[in-house]
């Protein structure tokens, strides 16, 4: 491995103190192009390659590759838990209201947390976590396309 590559996945569970097993492999592979899926997503994705996994073996490897910190997991109001590789930074989400696409967004301004509360009350912030609303170009372009009046037709002639 080069000093620009990324890690490979069996270096990341190793370093991480995981064993390195073909689910755990196959599903950290999946999230790295496919961020933002919901554990059915990864388990549709990554069952039969090669050898069959099950749905509750998904949800082990995502949780203890999120409680290894390997995995970061969102769960935007009214939608499934969806999980990603993009850990140890602080970005937000944008999320589509219509679709549920979600999207990565840098941090909206200056260093983490980003936001700063009106009152700390005490509290040690680390970390902010923002998700933006709204609807994604393919949904607007859908909407707006209903919403378009139709083409008004001729007017029968009378005979």
């Given amino acids: 491995m080069d000093a620009g590559s990324p ?13 390195v097993t073909g689910p755990r492999r196959r599903v950290l592979r999946w999230l790295e192009h496919h961020p ?4 059915d997503a990864v388990w549709a994705g990554v069952r039969g390659q090669p050898a069959s996994v099950s749905r509750q073996a998904i949800y082990d490897v995502l949780r203890a590759c999120e409680e290894a910190g390997l995995v970061r997991s969102i769960q935007p109001a009214g939608h499934a838990a969806r999980y990603e590789r993009r850990v140890h930074d602080n970005h937000h989400h944008l999320v589509c209201q219509s679709c549920g696409r979600t999207e990565d967004v840098d941090c909206a301004v200056g260093a983490s947390p980003c936001l700063t509360p009106s009152d700390y009350r005490g509290f040690d912030i680390s970390q902010a976590e923002v998700m933006f609303w709204g609807l994604c170009p393919a949904c607007l372009q859908r909407r707006r396309s209903a919403s378009a009046p139709a083409a008004q037709a001729p007017a029968p002639h009378g005979g």
Avoid at 36 to 39: E, F, G, V
């Fill in 7 to 19: 890690p490979d996945v069996a270096d990341l569970l190793r370093s991480a103190g995981l064993r």
């Fill in 36 to 39: 933002h899926s919901t554990a």
